[in-house]
């Protein structure tokens, strides 16, 4: 009776160590998920930043680019008028 009590505690004693080790494998398993994680939320925050610093070269780059297309419109104008004064001036030749 005695050997299969010593052979039971013995069995439980493995089954202990065995679970024991695998609580420790799985420690180790989530420090290393925490790790990646917290380097992918890292990684996150700064294309987060990058990317509001794009939008904002681009606001900018449009709004440069509608104020090119105003002057640009207000040199057409003015070209058109001195072509219609070129015109009137040949005419009077």
């Given at each position: 009776?005695?050997?299969?009590?010593?052979?039971?505690?013995?069995?439980?004693?493995?089954?202990?160590?065995t679970?024991?080790?695998?609580?420790?494998?799985?420690?180790?398993?989530?420090?290393?998920?925490?790790?990646?994680?917290?380097?992918?939320?890292?990684?996150?925050?700064?294309?987060?930043?990058?990317?509001?610093?794009?939008?904002?070269?681009?606001?900018?780059?449009?709004?440069?680019?509608?104020?090119?297309?105003?002057?640009?419109?207000?040199v057409?104008?003015?070209?058109?008028?001195?072509?219609?004064d070129?015109?009137?001036?040949?005419?009077?030749?």
């Amino acid at each position: 009776m005695e050997n299969r009590i010593l052979q039971a505690i013995e069995g439980l004693t493995t089954q202990i160590s065995t679970l024991s080790d695998k609580v420790d494998n799985q420690g180790n398993q989530i420090k290393e998920n925490t790790q990646i994680l917290k380097a992918l939320e890292h990684l996150a925050q700064v294309n987060k930043a990058e990317h509001d610093k794009m939008s904002i070269n681009i606001a900018e780059i449009c709004g440069e680019i509608q104020a090119v297309r105003k002057d640009l419109s207000k040199v057409e104008l003015i070209t058109a008028s001195n072509w219609g004064d070129i015109v009137k001036l040949k005419s009077v030749k």
